[in-house]
């Protein structure tokens, strides 16, 4: 996949971009207004992620290029310091097609980016594949092998965060953010993450799915030996 | 204490200043006249009198009878001659038929070897009618004066005190968060121009100074959330890349915990400007209820113990949706962050009140504390210190009374929508 990352603070877009890179996609990076505007009108990108506080413009003029270009289906992400539900409504509004608020997880944005890629691709039905592990995010069933396995919501969700970030390690503050949103600040002890995390372990495994490891102790890993 | 005086109007207290001064110098009047026509019209009299009495001498000298006319007239002889005497005196009046005051001037004359007594009265009576007479008509001139002066006095300051009143007005309605600056109408009278300037320049000083504090917040804010998110794609790159320690790998997500907080700092901080700035100007009707049911649904997930739901009926309020969210979320959170103990969250939801209450050991030390930002009376719970503050302010803003009572071992926070 092609992807733009249209960030002006240089780390922050080397760190997304080579997060995403060993995901396998394309990434270009444009660290201002106008070479934005430039790479957007030269080529066609299957996503851009764009901060909407550019150094020499805003991201929201950037997102009315990309929709007014013709012939081009482009997604995009927002990524803003701003985090006040005027603007994320407008984004939306404009046509983006989600909004992260920094600071965000890298593991954060890459699912958001595969469920992008999913809806774009497959109109939002597409089946994930993990060696046997088959998952419908249209249906949200899950298949080992040809067995169906049935999961709780929660364990739905944490599967596919696991599958979209695999080889990676995943900290429980990760997923917790990730399942339970600003709500997450409210769990103390991370100890029923460890139960989600057991139980859809447990269901796996049964089927002979072992790719959930602890990594250094309070981590997880979903990887193939 | 000090006690609060009673205010009155501008207009009132000019009013009531003629009105006091008036009647004062009225009654002043009305008796300095009394005592001046009064005094005329005994001069008068005597002056009668005494020419009265000056006739008879001479029809005495005249040799003619004397003349008698009681009880105005009275002529009689005396064995010595005493100085005039000049008295008030009470006499039967046999025309009248009862008694009447009469004015007596008595004299004693030596005419032709006889001492006379010469007694001529007059009646007080007609005089005092007089007197009285004329005290009613100037009181009558005199309050038909005051009447129509008090008028023309009230509609005169209302006049000249009108460009006051339209300024108090336009300073009654500033606002600081109104996008255009204040106008006042101009005015012809020096002292009214020039309060009109002052107010001019006082709020457009307090309007630039509100704007740039509002804009430091935001930048602050802004500027942060980069910065945050670079530390934290950091972290995040080196927990993939290299191999850790165990203990690496703790510090590094303690380290991505602290961001966390520190990032929810930032967005209450946010939160709270936004709502001092009352930038949340969308009310519609909620309902709390409902709110509050969704809410549950999400603790429910992170919380073990069971949240009892007491609704008696659906309450709806109007405000802000979002807000109401936060209210809810905030309250709710808050039981859940500092619940102690085995027994239930109850929430309960009546007429027009919503309370909340989480099990505790002891009530809260510092209770006028409670709603400030960054109180924190338990150092050992993970909090930002704002949940409660912005839950206050948002109260504050729609005039909902938020309360903290300590009652049985439970904390109870109740909002009572008015």
Same mark, same amino acid.
């Given at each position: ?10 780390? %922050? ?49 950037? %997102? ?114 990730? %399942? ?46 | ?22 009647? %004062? ?78 004015? =007596? ?22 005089? =005092? ?92 804010? !802004? ?88 609704? =008696? ?25 500092? !619940? ?79």
């Amino acid at each position: 996949m092609k992807i733009l990352i249209a960030e002006d603070e240089f780390s %922050l877009q080397q760190s997304i971009a080579i997060y995403l890179e060993k995901e396998g996609n394309v990434c270009e990076v444009a660290s201002d207004f106008n070479e934005a505007s430039y790479k957007i009108s030269l080529y066609d990108y299957d996503i851009v992620i764009l901060d909407l506080n550019l150094l020499t413009g805003s991201g929201i003029d950037i %997102l009315k290029q990309l929709k007014k270009k013709q012939g081009a289906n482009t997604a995009v992400i927002i990524i803003s310091a701003n985090n006040s539900l005027d603007d994320k409504l407008e984004g939306l509004d404009l046509g983006a097609d989600d909004y992260l608020t920094k600071p965000f997880h890298l593991a954060e944005l890459n699912s958001r980016v595969k469920a992008i890629l999913r809806r774009q691709m497959f109109g939002g039905g597409a089946i994930v594949v993990f060696n046997e592990i088959k998952i419908d995010t249209d249906g949200h069933v899950v298949t080992v092998g040809e067995k169906e396995i049935v999961l709780t919501k929660k364990e739905y969700d944490l599967l596919l965060f696991f599958v979209t970030n695999k080889n990676r390690v995943l900290s429980k503050e990760i997923i917790a953010e990730h %399942l339970w949103g600003d709500n997450s600040d409210l769990i103390d002890n991370f100890d029923f993450i460890y139960v989600h995390v057991n139980n859809l372990r447990k269901k796996l495994t049964k089927e002979g799915a072992k790719y959930i490891k602890t990594a250094y102790g309070s981590g997880y890993k979903f990887i193939e030996d | 204490m000090k006690k609060r005086s009673k205010k009155i109007g501008l207009i009132q207290k000019t009013s009531s200043i003629f009105i006091i001064v008036s009647l %004062l110098l009225m009654s002043l009047s009305s008796i300095a006249l009394y005592f001046y026509v009064r005094n005329i019209l005994e001069a008068e009299i005597e002056e009668e009198l005494y020419s009265t009495t000056a006739r008879i001498e001479s029809i005495l000298e005249a040799g003619k009878n004397p003349y008698s006319l009681p009880p105005v007239v009275e002529v009689g002889t005396s064995k010595e001659l005493l100085p005039d005497i000049l008295k008030d005196t009470l006499i039967y009046d046999p025309s009248q038929d009862e008694i009447e005051l009469f004015r =007596e001037l008595s004299s004693f004359k030596r005419i032709n070897n006889i001492n006379y007594k010469i007694s001529v009265r007059d009646l007080v009576v007609e005089s =005092e009618n007089i007197l009285i007479a004329i005290i009613i008509s100037y009181l009558l001139i005199i309050i038909v004066v005051f009447v129509v002066l008090y008028y023309f006095n009230k509609v005169g300051n209302s006049y000249l005190w009108k460009p006051f009143f339209n300024t108090l007005e336009q300073i009654k309605q500033f606002s600081l968060t109104a996008k255009e600056p204040i106008v006042l109408s101009s005015s012809n009278i020096r002292e009214f121009s020039e309060l009109n300037t002052q107010v001019k320049i006082l709020t457009d000083k307090v309007r630039a100074d509100y704007n740039n504090l509002k804009q430091f917040t935001e930048d602050v804010s !802004h500027e942060l959330q980069t910065p945050l998110a670079i530390m934290q794609v950091k972290i995040e790159s080196v927990i993939n890349d290299a191999p850790l320690s165990n203990q690496q790998y703790d510090q590094l997500t303690s380290i991505q915990k602290d961001i966390k907080r520190v990032t929810q700092m930032n967005k209450g901080l946010t939160l709270l400007t936004k709502i001092e700035n009352n930038q949340f100007i969308n009310p519609k009707q909620v309902s709390l209820t409902s709110i509050v049911e969704e809410n549950i649904a999400n603790f429910k997930e992170i919380f073990q113990q069971d949240i009892q739901f007491v609704n =008696e009926n659906e309450l709806l309020v109007t405000m802000d949706y979002h807000l109401a969210e936060i209210l809810c979320n905030n309250l709710i959170s808050n039981a859940i962050k500092h !619940h102690i103990g085995s027994g239930d969250i109850v929430i309960e939801i009546s007429n027009k009140s919503l309370s909340v209450s989480n099990k505790g050991e002891k009530p809260i030390l510092h209770v006028d504390q409670i709603f400030n930002r960054f109180y924190k009376e338990n150092e050992s719970v993970k909090s930002t210190g704002l949940g409660l503050a912005i839950a206050k302010k948002i109260c504050d803003m729609y005039n909902f009374k938020l309360t903290y009572s300590f009652d049985k071992g439970s904390h109870i926070f109740l909002v009572q929508f008015s």
